[in-house]
């Protein structure tokens, strides 16, 4: 009899979870709390307590073939940079494939996920679900992936900003923000300068009268493309810059970061120049021309507030402020779990690999996508649930309980969510049996290992070998490109002729020859 796996969420990472759990002999009982999958990406015009929210107008920041799953590209039409509709017919595409959708309760609720009397020996958990109709009702299983995702609970830290309460107009969360109708000629402060805020803040630089970006730390800001117009995450992202990189030293390759990222719009000059080098990096294109124009303007932190004024940092006063967005991120616990759970003396989860609790007796429960990261989340979440769902089957093992403390010690000391894309791919790909041999590749097939070596880190890698192979990944990394190309070439524009080509190469020299020998001669 098949094990019974309860996956909480039927966002990105709950519809690869329900995948994975088939893949491996294993029953998905998926439980939504709302009447639809996508999680994070699904728009509403009204936030829903506990639940994702964005605004309209979001775009991912990575680029289609970076952030697919690794078994199913996206549509060869569809953009590089995918709107939020986009990805949920991308979504929707995927659950049709591979039928999920009839694994997946919708409207209901997890409200307690407990380990059995007897967990030491079953591995099992009750959990706890309320319907639409607010029946109650307890299940059994023999593992939980924990798919709810890290953006559902706003932190507005009011208590950090003085007088904030004498504050006349409207003060919320991005969490709540959907559109900037509602602060059309106003003056607005935008706290905070991660992806969201500032998204939001150019936004609003259309709409208000004045827009100001406070940051306490700045931040490193890069469009999503880069030389030739191509996506900066397929340019940036591979095994030969991260081999590259690892062998500099970090103080150098801050450096040489800074360096770079000044050859574009000097930071320090639009006040964006971080207080250290390795500061987070923002993606947005259309930041430092907001600046460059006046309808945004950068400013440290808020000192305090005094009614509709507000003083910074530096002393500066701007009034007459109609609103306040704060960007301050999110809190990543989760009230259904066992409060064991959270071993940290700060009550956060402490995790292995970012997955597994190491107090557990019996590894049976995996939290997914709680990750930060400077590439897509997407594949790094399908790679979390393809090893999650073999320990729960069995077919793979958890190292001792010292062993994984020692590595979530060394994990914490790092970033508390942060990872580094490439090199924890690779570790979990590892733990699956996936990662690609490059050496191999490059003897035996040398057209994919040149391509996976030298070009863009794409999840179709993860699935050359092993366990999960699927047959169409090395197709899918040779026209990768051509699937970039795909919805840019809508007008045609013919070739120039070979003969023409080569007509003006050879005529170039001598016409350059006449005319310097014109101007020497009109000189003299």
Not at 385 to 408: C, F, Q, S, Y
Request: with cysteine; net charge neutral.
């Amino acid at each position: 009899m098949a094990k019974r796996v309860a996956v909480i969420g039927a966002g990105s990472s709950g519809l690869t979870s329900i995948k994975c759990c088939l893949d491996e002999g294993l029953e998905p009982v998926c439980f939504e709390s709302s009447d639809d999958i996508g999680g994070l990406w699904k728009f509403k015009e009204q936030p829903e307590a506990d639940r994702c929210s964005i605004y309209r107008s979001v775009i991912v920041n990575t680029s289609k073939e970076m952030m697919c799953y690794s078994d199913f590209p996206m549509p060869d039409h569809f953009p590089n940079f995918v709107n939020n509709s986009t990805i949920m017919q991308y979504f929707r595409l995927y659950a049709e494939h591979f039928s999920l959708l009839k694994h997946i309760h919708f409207q209901t609720t997890v409200r307690s996920v407990r380990q059995r009397p007897d967990f030491s020996n079953s591995g099992q958990w009750e959990v706890v679900t309320v319907d639409r109709d607010g029946r109650e009702e307890t299940h059994v299983f023999d593992g939980v992936l924990v798919c709810a995702g890290h953006f559902t609970q706003p932190i507005k830290p009011l208590s950090d900003f003085p007088g904030i309460d004498t504050l006349p107009g409207t003060i919320i969360h991005s969490w709540e923000y959907k559109n900037p109708d509602p602060y059309l000629g106003k003056r607005v402060v935008v706290v905070g300068i991660g992806n969201s805020g500032g998204d939001i803040a150019v936004e609003l630089s259309r709409a208000c009268e004045k827009t100001f970006l406070s940051t306490r730390k700045g931040a490193w800001v890069i469009g999503r493309v880069v030389d030739r117009g191509l996506p900066l995450d397929m340019i940036m992202m591979t095994r030969a810059r991260d081999l590259f990189y690892w062998l500099l030293p970090r103080a150098l390759l801050n450096l040489i970061w800074e360096r770079s990222l000044n050859q574009r719009h000097d930071h320090k000059l639009y006040g964006l120049q971080p207080v250290i080098l390795d500061q987070r990096v923002v993606i947005n294109d259309d930041l430092p021309g907001r600046i460059l124009l006046g309808e945004l303007v950068m400013k440290p932190n808020v000192q305090r507030f005094q009614g509709s004024t507000v003083v910074f940092d530096d002393g500066t006063v701007e009034e007459k402020i109609d609103a306040v967005i704060l960007c301050t991120g999110y809190d990543y616990r989760f009230p259904f779990l066992p409060t064991s759970l959270s071993s940290g003396s700060d009550g956060d989860l402490k995790l292995y690999r970012r997955i597994f609790p190491p107090s557990l007796e019996r590894p049976t429960l995996a939290i997914l996508g709680l990750i930060q990261t400077k590439g897509p989340i997407m594949p790094a979440a399908e790679l979390q649930a393809r090893w999650a769902t073999r320990v729960i089957a069995g077919l793979n093992h958890l190292p001792p309980t010292e062993n994984m403390d020692k590595t979530i010690e060394k994990d914490v000391r790092l970033a508390a969510l942060q990872v580094d894309h490439i090199p924890y791919l690779d570790a979990i790909a590892k733990e699956v049996g996936v990662c690609p041999n490059i050496a191999w590749l490059l003897l035996r097939d040398p057209a994919v290992g040149f391509r996976v070596f030298f070009g863009p880190c794409s999840p179709y890698q993860f699935r050359l070998n092993g366990p999960g192979h699927w047959s169409g990944a090395r197709q899918a990394i040779l026209t990768q490109w051509d699937r970039v190309a795909k919805p840019m070439k809508t007008r045609p524009i013919p070739e120039p002729s070979s003969f023409s080509l080569f007509f003006w190469l050879g005529l170039y020299p001598i016409l350059s020859f006449w005319i310097a020998l014109f101007c020497v001669c009109t000189l003299t």
